[in-house]
């Protein structure tokens, strides 16, 4: 529909020499592919937490998926073909925590951000120091129709193929992030130099269309692909892997966004994952109360002041250096609760792109909200010799003679007495073996609460909201939350190419026995945003939820 002589050749040909240019590179023998495929594998059905959830929930199964692949992998050309089969048999299995990464620094991209706004990919920001408004005469809100000679749909089908997450809105978000931002670890780079872009403006139903240059960074190795490798790409058919390196890639997106807000442009929507900043804007006459390392406020209403809190992530670390900051990060919630207990009648907390953390410090937050004793989170954890010396090597000798060091040795008994009757994974029981938790003794938020969810949270992201739901303690607004239900262990390296994956080791349940894999945590009042919501402030949104919070604050008077 939208193919162009002019686009196609230059990409042909690029194509035609980055693959003469392989000849160079030592090319991963048939042998060496099935050894590699056959080692993740193995490791799979020896580790992998949800393997028979999977099949028993989602009807995913291992044994129809291996002959499948063995026959892509023995028909792969290139090395290429091989390590973006890999990534596409991890993202069938629907789980956000196991992803694998080509070896590869190469990466090719515009200085255009796009997002899914109401199933549309919608230009985010433009950075205009790179291209100005005369070369790229587009806004935030305008919809990418195509890009090249395909459909956004299209394209969105394309990419998805390549994208590990558990829902499928989750999924297709990702999906429309990656337009203009390939990285050759989860995704084929593009071989042309140019890219040609096909824009609706808003309120209009023209299409233009215009041809930028790709930027290019890193080099380029073995990962280009096949006519026949990109067969699956073109048919109907995320990143860093520790804590430290996921935070360090968040920080730079907010560091750079932070650089576009002094030069006056606008904060790019994907940077507010991991954020402690809101998207939101803040209404006329609201006290703030703190806008860093998290904001928090609360604003006059007709009914009494309402509370905003925003709960960014369950894994505080300082932003410049990256230390770990449990402790002063938790006495700072304490303190913005205890503000808001006593300044309001009800509450708003925004775990909109939330990206998880630390069991034990999400079940501490959500003390400062019980006024009750409460549960821990519930997990089921594999059970074989492996995962037992495993558990093991957490538990510190020196602390023998106390009471955390007793509580793991409790989750080390139920994971040797599964092994030992052949159990694949351990009865229901939690990361420390307690049976309750008491409320924070401090402080603790006693009002009416709604807490703001969507297809960007995952992990603890699922769970927190699970919990507070579960217990009678919130009201959630917006999209079903990403289902991301495990612990993650880095796994390694596969021997003959060097993919890196790490793999989810367990499942965890809700309050109402429900696994958060797949399933996430469930709105109450579901929203979508809309395009004036993501042009706008998110003025609707806010209205939305501040009715529904209201009508919660008159049913308890």
Known sequence: MFMQTRTLVPKFVAGMLLLS??????????????????QLVANMRAKYGPLVYKKETQNIDIDVLYPKYVDIIKNGKTNGDFYYAINRFIAEFKDGHFGSMVPSTHQKSIAV???????????????????????FPFNKGDEIVAVDNQSAAQLLTSLKAYVYNANDLSITRRAAMMFFARRAAQVPVPTAKEVTVFVKRRGSENVDRITLAWRESGEALDEAVSAQGLRPLFSDFDGPSTRRERFADYRQLNLRSSLMQSLG?????????????????????????????????YWPTAEGNLGYLRIPHYSPVNDITGADEYVLRFQQYEYAVAELEKNTVGLVIDQDHNCGGSVDYLERMVGLFMNQDYLPLSFRFMAGKADLLEWKSWMDPSAKHTIDYVLMQKVSDAIKA??????????????????????????????????????????GGDAFPSMLKGYGRAKLVGTRTMGLGGHV??????????????????????PDGVAVENNGA??????????????GGYQGYRAFYTEKLLDAVKAAQ
Not at 21 to 38: P, V, W, Y
Not at 125 to 133: A, E, I, K, P, Y
Not at 422 to 450: E, G, H
């Open 418 to 459: 599964a092994w030992e009757n052949n159990q694949r994974m351990t009865d229901l029981t939690s990361f420390n073996a307690l049976t309750a938790i008491k409320p924070n003794a401090r402080v603790q938020y006693t009002k009416p609460i709604v807490m703001l969810i969507d297809e960007n949270s995952g992990s």
């Open 265 to 297: 442009r606008d904060r790019v929507e994907r940077s507010y994952q991991c954020s402690g900043g809101t998207r939101i804007k803040i209404p006329e006459g609201a006290t703030v109360i703190m806008q860093s390392p998290f904001v928090a406020y």
């Open 489 to 510: 262990t880095e796994q390694p390296a596969l021997s003959n190419s060097g993919m890196t994956y790490r793999m989810t080791r367990s499942l965890f349940y809700r």
């Open 522 to 535: 469930i709105p109450d009042y579901p929203y979508e945003i809309t395009t004036d919501d993501f042009v």
């Open 113 to 135: 951000q796009t997002d899914l706004v109401q199933g549309k990919v919608l230009i985010d920001t433009v950075d205009r120091s790179v291209h100005s408004q005369a070369e």
């Open 21 to 38: 240019g392989m000849a160079q590179a030592q090319r991963l023998t048939e042998s060496q592919r099935l050894d590699d495929f056959n």
